[in-house]
């Protein structure tokens, strides 16, 4: 039997990042709805995503994202979030929005547009130095469109070229996690396509280089849990970023569409020792027609709810099923697992810190919403479609 006692103090450690490009203004390539209050700048990114940490208690850093988030004085950023209550996360680099980069970033055929695309990643561990962020989040929109269009082996070797340089700056304690995606905007090939690839450039690089999970970058049907515990198995699995999607990356509130694969993945990070690995939480998601804060907490809150289903389930009945061959059985544990209503449970772990059992509703009681409506006039940020 689970002993719950267990279940409470791992959903008290807890930590999910949040994005900072999730509280600004951002959505489809089609068209991003902007909406009253959104943060102007970096620093209001910063003290909306500390509501989200104040409500659920389990989101103390915050992702960056470079140019989006860009300021003169990277310390000066640090000790602001320190001050509310948070630190700065994962850098996210960009090499995708340039005009440059049309045909490719550090798999450009020209030497000089690789060029300026690895000075722009290095420019990204200076940041990690300054901000005393531990990962470095790579994804590269890099490929083609059409058959011939460029050498397909040739650019897995600029490829490979390119991680090496950005991998070798690396300080001890820093990490790069190299994030894949099935298509977009490449549609004949894509440099980094699935986890395979992401897997085969890491190993070679090293033990700072691991995988990183987008539960949106699959194509459908795929057993995003058998991936998860592979890349556990061969200790490669670096992080995720949760989010949720019908058809393709739709980026939307994890746990929206599939809330059983949300449980069954992250059952296989339980099982194989994630939530003490140091992998790395973190959302990816862009709110385009919802309020932006009460999504990411909902988020944050579905995290929170399929893991402490996952961490219910009767390891020792299941292992016994599974010995005997007793395939209803073992699915049994497993639902039972699922179908528990951990809501009680999550409202006890939170009065235990100190927190509202309700979230959502201490969000929407504080008056931030209004508050931020009134004080923050004008300005747009950049990001996600916009």
């Given at each position: 039997?689970?002993?719950?006692?267990?279940?409470?103090?791992?959903?008290?450690?807890?930590?999910?990042?949040?994005?900072?490009?999730?509280?600004?203004?951002?959505?489809?390539?089609?068209?991003?709805?902007?909406?009253q209050?959104?943060?102007?700048?970096?620093?209001?990114?910063?003290?909306?995503?500390?509501?989200?940490?104040?409500?659920?208690?389990?989101?103390?850093?915050?992702?960056?994202?470079?140019?989006?988030?860009?300021?003169?004085?990277?310390?000066?950023?640090?000790?602001?979030?320190?001050?509310?209550?948070?630190?700065?996360?994962?850098?996210?680099?960009?090499t995708?929005?340039?005009?440059?980069?049309?045909?490719?970033?550090?798999?450009?055929?020209?030497?000089?547009?690789?060029?300026?695309?690895?000075d722009?990643?290095?420019?990204?561990?200076?940041?990690?130095?300054?901000?005393?962020?531990?990962?470095?989040?790579?994804?590269?929109?890099?490929?083609?469109?059409?058959?011939?269009?460029?050498?397909?082996?040739?650019?897995?070797?600029?490829?490979?070229?390119?991680?090496?340089?950005v991998?070798d700056?690396?300080?001890?304690?820093?990490?790069?996690?190299?994030?894949y995606?099935?298509?977009?905007?490449?549609?004949?090939?894509?440099?980094?396509?699935?986890?395979?690839?992401?897997?085969?450039?890491?190993?070679?690089?090293?033990?700072?280089?691991?995988?990183?999970?987008?539960?949106?970058?699959?194509?459908?049907?795929?057993?995003?849990?058998?991936?998860?515990?592979?890349?556990?198995?061969?200790?490669?699995?670096?992080?995720?970023?949760?989010?949720?999607?019908?058809?393709a990356?739709?980026?939307?509130?994890?746990?929206?569409?599939?809330?059983?694969?949300?449980?069954?993945i992250?059952?296989?990070?339980?099982?194989?020792?994630?939530?003490?690995?140091?992998?790395?939480?973190?959302?990816?998601?862009?709110?385009?027609?919802?309020?932006?804060?009460?999504?990411?907490?909902?988020?944050v809150?579905n995290?929170?709810?399929?893991?402490?289903?996952?961490?219910?389930?009767?390891?020792?009945?299941?292992?016994?099923?599974?010995?005997?061959?007793?395939?209803?059985?073992?699915?049994?544990?497993?639902?039972?697992a699922?179908?528990?209503?951990v809501?009680?449970?999550?409202?006890?772990?939170?009065?235990?810190?100190?927190?509202?059992?309700?979230?959502?509703?201490?969000?929407?009681?504080?008056?931030?919403?209004?508050?931020?409506?009134?004080?923050?006039?004008?300005?747009?940020?950049?990001?996600w479609?916009?």
């Open positions: 039997m689970t002993e719950l006692a267990a279940v409470k103090a791992a959903l008290k450690t807890q930590a999910v990042e949040t994005p900072s490009w999730a509280y600004g203004n951002s959505g489809t390539r089609f068209k991003v709805f902007a909406q209050g959104v943060p102007r700048d970096p620093y209001e990114k910063l003290a909306d995503a500390a509501q989200v940490h104040e409500f659920t208690g389990v989101a103390p850093t915050v992702a960056l994202h470079i140019p989006w988030d860009k300021v003169e004085d990277y310390g000066a950023l640090a000790k602001y979030a320190e001050e509310r209550g948070l630190k700065l996360g994962t850098i996210n680099s960009n995708f929005q340039d005009d440059a980069f049309k045909l490719g970033s550090i798999c450009h055929a020209d030497p000089a547009v690789r060029r300026k695309a690895l722009h990643l290095l420019e990204c561990v200076d940041i990690m130095d300054a901000t005393g962020s531990r990962d470095l989040k790579l994804w590269f929109a890099d490929g083609t469109n059409y058959p011939g269009q460029d050498d397909i082996r040739e650019r897995q070797d600029r490829l490979a070229e390119g991680l090496a340089e991998y700056r690396l300080g001890d304690d820093q990490r790069m996690l190299l994030e995606k099935l298509f977009e905007p490449a549609f004949y090939t894509t440099d980094v396509p699935d986890w395979g690839t992401a897997y085969a450039h890491c190993l070679k690089l090293g033990e700072k280089a691991q995988v990183v999970v987008d539960t949106g970058h699959h194509a459908p049907g795929t057993n995003i849990e058998f991936i998860v515990a592979t890349l556990l198995r061969e200790r490669k699995l670096g992080g995720f970023d949760f989010n949720s999607r019908f058809y990356d739709d980026d939307l509130m994890v746990g929206a569409a599939d809330p059983f694969q949300l449980f069954r992250l059952y296989e990070v339980s099982r194989g020792g994630g939530f003490t690995a140091g992998v790395a939480f973190m959302l990816d998601q862009c709110h385009n027609i919802e309020a932006k804060i009460p999504a990411i907490i909902r988020s809150m995290v929170q709810e399929a893991t402490a289903k996952a961490l219910l389930v009767d390891r020792e009945a299941l292992a016994v099923a599974q010995r005997e061959g007793d395939v209803l059985g073992a699915n049994a544990v497993l639902m039972d699922y179908n528990t209503d809501r009680p449970l999550l409202g006890e772990v939170r009065e235990e810190l100190g927190l509202d059992p309700d979230p959502m509703g201490a969000y929407r009681r504080s008056g931030w919403a209004e508050k931020i409506v009134e004080e923050r006039v004008g300005g747009t940020q950049a990001g479609g916009a």
